[in-house]
Nanobody
């Protein structure tokens, strides 16, 4: 059974930094997409960053240059380093994973707004940025 467990959320002031972690259990697929997604109250879910099993990354325009997604395959852990945080980054952040051809991964940044392209999701971790 696949299980994703996020950690690292918290409250920071504008301009601050946080690193989110997502520990993945029971996931052994060789070709996959993994990513970070967020949802603020009253807003649609949106993609933040995705990474595939080859290490290729895709970012939402709103976080390019500020956020970095990475993975430690040996530790089965996904990370999201968030720098220069803004109040509009405030949201519940979720990690997700699924076995997919890698060419599918970039599209999930947008698809997640209207569909559910991932079968496995974590429980979420709250990020709050104050001005």
């Amino acid at each position: 059974q696949v299980q994703l467990v996020e950690s690292g959320g918290g409250s920071v002031q504008s301009g601050g930094s946080l690193t989110l972690s997502c520990a993945v259990f029971g996931y052994t697929y060789s070709s996959y997409c993994m990513g970070w997604f967020r949802q603020a109250p009253g807003k649609a879910r949106e993609g933040v960053a995705v990474i595939d099993s080859d290490g290729s990354t895709t970012y939402a325009d709103s976080v390019k240059g500020r956020f970095t997604i990475s993975q430690d395959i040996a530790k089965n852990t996904l990370y999201l380093r968030m720098n220069s945080l803004k109040p509009e980054d405030t949201a519940m952040y979720y990690c997700a994973a699924d076995y997919r051809p890698t060419e599918f991964c970039p599209s999930t940044i947008v698809l997640v707004t209207t569909t559910d392209p991932y079968n496995y999701w974590g429980q979420g971790t709250q990020v709050t940025v104050s001005s």
